[in-house]
């Protein structure tokens, strides 16, 4: 069983490296880089789903590790399907997902991308925290009605919007059975920062007028980091991978994702909507702590947001 | 209708068409005071961004997607009636028409204006042409919206030419020189030769026979816009029919509140007699059980068996501290009053009929806030924000500003129109006279 994990762990972690550094359909590892290697020379890679194959090093060039802009913005990075898992049982509402969500995008304290509420499904279970982020749907309700194509979906499973098209008419976040959509409603000042290239995978800098939301951190990813959430999570409640690699880590430890879903009895909200999310949930069963003590450090006003629950 | 002068009835329209009267600029002066309000209220919003409105991100349209709403359902109610008026030859209706012609245009003229106002950013909104996407209910809405106007203002011009030749050569008053100059040139040559005649009534009858399935279906792609949508609230093929039926009834309940207006103004009693109120108000009544009928089938069926969110949203209905008050004012306003004095001959007056006319309009204003924000505050998840404004919509008077605007505008409109043309087709109505009426079909029957 140890001999087991041990290989599994040294096959995703051979796969993340040179699945995250590719972002052409064919690329290499960070060593195989050097560009100065005679014509001819075979090199050999493995490829995003897998295969080793031998690439002519002439072929080769550096990955961009750019958060990419334009119409390679809208591809997603090639061999890739993201999927996030949300350990219910872990949630302690500490809110620090959201708070680091908004630290790398730059958001206000108002704007939640990442937020996490208190849910009780019926009169006798127990109530539970429940980080919401995007579900990145694979059937998008909100993709299907932007009528300018401002928000699109990618083929690494990312649902993204992209501010410089988007015109505001809000019809996304109506459509939106999740409400994961949230309104540029003032013009914040980090929205006035002309350094940084806006790209609608950092989301960053904002706009005023459009709309903002979750987008599971593609520029972390190109650069082989995890998302804000996942990191920022001391619980590490929030795990996030690749469907196709079948691997999601919370960044102490990375598991084999249908495992996961398998032994946990894993499911995704509102499934009878067949809006078909990517985001899994694992129900609360084996709890690091019991829900109140995400009340403990909740002022009045906080508190009264649950007084139907608790 | 016949003894009618028809020169008589022309005289009374000397003002505004001659010369505006002293009433209808203080009217006018009036309105562009609330117009220009509701510049400054959008001025604030443009500056400030969507944050001065009351909308936020549940709620996501507010009061602007309600007028929308509202004056679209007006606007294609008034070329739907325009045009079954026309088609069906019902004689009685002609004095009519031109109210309906007018209010058709109006309304589809200032309902999408409103919702230029939900949007964020209105400096990229060209991208709604130049990046369309067919799959997007509102690209649906636009090709409806720019159809429905092309033709409706098509269709009015159509019937406008009579009365302009008629203005162009009439002695009844003395018309400004370039009034006189215009009227020339709008009236397209028409002199009432054989010919013309047919041309006119072919092309009005192919028009008509387009705008009736094109505005039905144009109102109905609003109701999709947001059955299609997986809101419980929203999700419902009730929808489309519904959202027809309720325009048919506010335009049939604003032809009446004109009616009223025009008949006092212009002192048209025997022209828009006590009888044309009464047959509307056959027609308002028909449309108010029909209203009923809808909406007693649209609560019952949610409340007997229910969802949670569905029960959630559907209980806001009945209660008070929700939006039960508004619900109540939408039945009484819309359902209860109307069948009641409508059914009881002693009730029945021109003015008893005008007033639930006013009630029906105000209260179909309600039944669309009440489609639209009760929907939006009960998402699937809860909404569990300490910012009170985020959890409860409640309009600006940014907002507020902004719809009396919209009504000014409409007003202003209607009284622009008026200074070109009779608002009965004074014309139409003559030549209807001089021909000889068709014996009914049953005289053939040998």
Sequence with gaps: ?310 | MAEINYDKLLAKFEHPIRKPSRSWWILMAIMLLFLLIGVFALIQQIVHGHIVTGMRDHVVWGVFIVNFIYFLGIGYAGAILACVFHLTRLRWTKPLHRIAELFAIIGSCIGPIFIFLCIGRLDKIHYIFTYARIQSPITWDVIAIVTCLILDFTYLYIAHIRDFAKLRDTKVFKLPAWKKKLYTKLSLGYDGRPEQIKKLNRAQNILAATIIPTAIFAYSLLGYLFGMSLRPGWHSTLFAPEFVLVSLYSGIALLIVLMWVYRRRYQLVNIITDQHFYYSGYALFLLSAGFGYFTFSEYITEWYNVSVTHGKWISKFFDFSEYGGMSLITILFAIAIPLIVLLIPKFRSPDSITFVSVLVLIGLWFKRYLIIVPTLETPYFPIQEIRPEYVHYQATWIEWALTLAGIALGVILLMIFNTLAPVVPVAEMEHEDEITVPKPFYHSIK
């Design chain 1, 1 to 310: 069983m140890e001999e087991e994990k041990n290989s599994r762990r040294t096959f995703f972690k051979k796969s993340l490296t040179t699945g995250l550094a590719s972002a052409m359909s064919i690329t290499l590892l960070d060593s195989c880089n050097d560009l100065a290697k005679p014509e001819g020379e075979q090199v050999m890679v493995m490829t995003t789903d897998g295969r080793l194959v031998a690439v002519d090093s002439s072929a080769m060039h550096e990955v961009s590790r750019e958060p990419a802009i334009g119409d390679e913005a809208r591809q997603g990075i090639p061999g890739r399907k993201f999927v996030m898992v949300i350990d219910l049982g872990k949630c302690n509402n500490v809110g620090k997902c959201t708070t680091s969500c908004q630290k790398g995008h730059d958001l206000s304290a108002s704007q939640k991308w990442m937020q996490v509420i208190l849910m009780k499904d019926s009169q006798e279970t127990d109530p539970y925290w429940m980080p919401k982020p995007c579900f990145h749907c694979d059937n998008p309700p909100c993709v299907k009605v932007c009528p300018v194509d401002a928000t699109y979906k990618r083929q690494d499973g990312i649902v993204l919007v992209d501010n410089e098209r988007c015109i505001g008419c809000k019809f996304c976040m109506s459509a939106c059975p999740y409400s994961a959509r949230i309104f540029n409603w003032e013009d914040l000042p980090q929205y006035e920062d002309t350094e940084t290239t806006y790209s609608p995978e950092t989301s960053v800098p904002g706009r005023v007028g459009t709309i903002g939301k979750c987008d599971f951190c593609p520029d972390l990813s190109r650069k082989g980091k995890l998302p804000h959430c996942v990191s920022g999570c001391p619980m590490g409640a929030i795990y996030f991978g690749d469907a196709n690699e079948d691997a999601v880590s919370n960044g102490t430890e990375t598991v084999r994702f249908k495992k996961l879903l398998a032994d946990r009895y894993g499911y995704r909200q509102l499934e009878e909507l067949g809006t078909e999310p990517r985001v899994y949930y694992l129900p609360p069963t084996e709890r690091m702590f019991p829900y109140e003590r995400g009340l403990d450090r909740l002022d009045e006003k906080h508190l009264e947001l649950y007084k139907d629950i608790i």
